[in-house]
């Protein structure tokens, strides 16, 4: 079933139990975001990177668009100045932990940090937040290939589509606060075998936190 909603004085159609964040995106109207999948239900969603965030008439205060499910007749303000101060402030976060070499990164120029920063306008300084980074810069226990910790987000889309290419996910996240990275990667050589034909982890990653390792390297 189809409803009609309002988002920034335009009248769009959205599937009925969607979340307002796709039904923004498939309307053409940006917000910016890192850790949603296109098969994610409002209720399923992460809300964990905290940068979709929307006015909505009839909430107190800006929402997660991608927690958020379609009502008929909602009406949704992007970019409001709530709405900006509230996306920069959860991007310059992300840069205060975030490993900022964009020309020595395979993701340079596709990477979605850069296109968010690039929206909102902020560039990729981190200030007034300190940048703090991990130690080791790679860990290089799986395989096949290399996890930049400090080029992570954390936005979990390689935890979350390893299972659906995997009879069982062969990652997960490690440690807690700061200190938190994807994990798991000491995989046995038959896994491993099928990481190499798979890609899915990497290929869905929004920065270029995973790689995989080149001939000869490991």
């Not at 009502?71 to 709405?83: F, K, Q, W, Y």
């Not at 840069?95 to 850069?114: E, G, I, Y």
């Not at 007034?128 to 954390?154: A, I, Q, T």
């Not at 038959?190 to 390792?213: F, H, I, K």
């Amino acid at each position: 079933m189809t409803i009609t909603l309002t988002a920034d004085d335009r009248t769009i159609q959205a599937r009925e139990g969607s979340s307002v964040l796709s039904a923004c995106l498939l309307a053409g109207i940006y917000i910016p975001h890192l850790c949603w999948l296109e098969a994610d239900a409002p209720a399923d969603a992460p809300a964990a990177c905290r940068l979709c965030f929307v006015e909505i008439d009839g909430f107190r205060e800006p929402v997660a668009a991608c927690a958020v499910t379609v009502e008929n007749g909602m009406t949704i303000r992007t970019g409001t100045e709530a709405v900006r101060s509230l996306q920069k402030t959860a991007l310059k976060l992300l840069l205060s932990v975030h490993r900022v070499d964009c020309k020595h990164c395979p993701a340079n120029k596709a990477c979605q940090l850069q296109n968010i920063a690039k929206f909102l306008g902020t560039g990729l300084a981190c200030k007034p937040f300190e940048r703090v980074l991990k130690e080791p810069e790679v860990d290089s226990r799986h395989p096949v290939w290399d996890y930049y910790p400090n080029r992570c987000v954390l936005c979990g889309i390689c935890v979350r589509v390893c299972p659906q290419h995997h009879p069982h996910s062969l990652l997960s996240f490690a440690r807690r606060g700061f200190e938190t990275v994807v994990g798991y990667f000491d995989v046995d050589p038959v896994a491993a075998a099928d990481c190499v034909s798979c890609r899915a982890c990497l290929e869905s990653c929004p920065t270029g936190a995973l790689v995989q390792r080149t001939a000869g390297k490991g």
